[in-house]
């Protein structure tokens, strides 16, 4: 049986994972103390028992490990290092924890020289968060890795340690290209039956259905055919990012991905005409010759 982790944790940046993270906490008895930019996300949380703070800083206060689950580097580096931030009043004396996608290479710079830090790619959605069932890729020194076990083991049915500092990120723009590839083949795949003139609906249940596709592909499948992208599992904006990082880490390593970089160029295309804040299945409204329609 996993342990439960001692002390207070706090979980700063309540989007769907981190609402979903500080949820499951609570339920397994958890002291959680929350923060969020927008403070009404958190009263929800507030009602199940967490404590909301004011700032980044008095969230963490008296906690032994931090999770940090906002949308960007930029975002990452103002709740860390910003006025009212983690480290605004020195180093953070327990164990934080990397869990928003970034580069590899800000999760170390951000960290700098503090002695407990550990990245976490997370694997799964707003569902999978909030009963536990994450599958967890931790960078990040072995002995703080064993350390922040019990948590990582509250939060996900598999957790594995990949390595340094870094790690964790790497693993997870690996998984979001592959999603974002996925997606954005069978949303091609779509358009062209649909300009072919065979039926949408059915296209979609046959893909679904085949062995051809993955469980993602099944379950966003059902968001193509219902043309509804709002009440996002992952926004668009979020999957150009990621994709976006993945291309920088190829072409740091010498590498050419045409994949990669097509799918980059769509999403960040998408973005730009203004599907950003929708879930990343909308990216079939980049391929359309009607974009934002529903044809």
Known sequence: MTRIPDGPVAVLGLGRMGTGLAGRLLDQGVRVRVWNRTAERAEPLAA???FVAAHPADAVAG????????????????VLRGPDGVLAGGSYPGTLICASTVAPEEVVQIAGNLPSVLDVGMLGNRDHARDGELRLFVGGEESVFDAGRPLLETLGKEVVHLGALGSGMRMKLL???????????????????????LDRQLVLKTIAGSGFASPVMAFKSRRLAS???DEPDFRLRLMAKDLMLASKQAAAAGLSLPLAAAAAE???????QGLGDEDCAAVAHALSPNPGSDT
């Open 227 to 229: 043309g509804r992208f």
């Open 266 to 272: 769509t999403h960040v295309r998408a973005t730009e």
């Open 63 to 78: 906690t032994t490990a931090a999770l940090c689950t906002v949308a960007d580097g930029e975002a990452l580096g103002d």
């Open 175 to 197: 998984l979001n290209l592959l999603m974002g590839v996925e997606v954005q083949a069978m949303a091609e795949a779509t358009e062209l039956a649909a300009a072919s003139g």
């Open 48 to 50: 199940a028992g967490a």
